[in-house]
Nanobody, 115 residues
Framework: QVQLVESGGGLVQPGGSLRLSCVAS????????MGWYRQAPGGQRELVAV???????TYAAFVKGRFTIARDNAKNTVYLQMNSLKPEDTAVYYC?????????WGQGTQVTVSS
């Protein structure tokens, strides 16, 4: 059973930064891919960023140039560095891991961007 634990969310002013962390119960190199989704109130869950086992990166258009996904294999952790945050980035951010066709999810961490 894969367990993912997120941390790093919180309240930040517009233009500020946060770094989310997702610690996996096993080796992150065992996953086909890891990444982040987010879900705003009343909205659907949407992809934010993905990093594959081969280090291929994918970003949603709305975060390109502002967010960076990275992986620390030794710490079994994936990070999401979020800069230049906007009020529309307010959402619950979920870490996920994929092994073939199976997806595993963390519990989510709230990010609120407000002055």
């Amino acid at each position: 059973q894969v367990q993912l634990v997120e941390s790093g969310g919180g309240l930040v002013q517009p233009g500020g930064s946060l770094r989310l962390s997702c610690v996996a119960s096993g080796s992150v190199l065992s996953f086909t891919a890891m990444g982040w989704y987010r879900q705003a109130p009343g909205g659907q869950r949407e992809l934010v960023a993905v990093i594959t086992r081969s280090d291929s990166l994918t970003y949603a258009a709305f975060v390109k140039g502002r967010f960076t996904i990275a992986r620390d294999n030794a710490k079994n952790t994936v990070y999401l560095q979020m800069n230049s945050l906007k009020p529309e980035d307010t959402a619950v951010y979920y870490c996920y891991a994929r092994i073939s066709a199976n997806y595993y999810w963390g519990q989510g961490t709230q990010v609120t961007v407000s002055s």
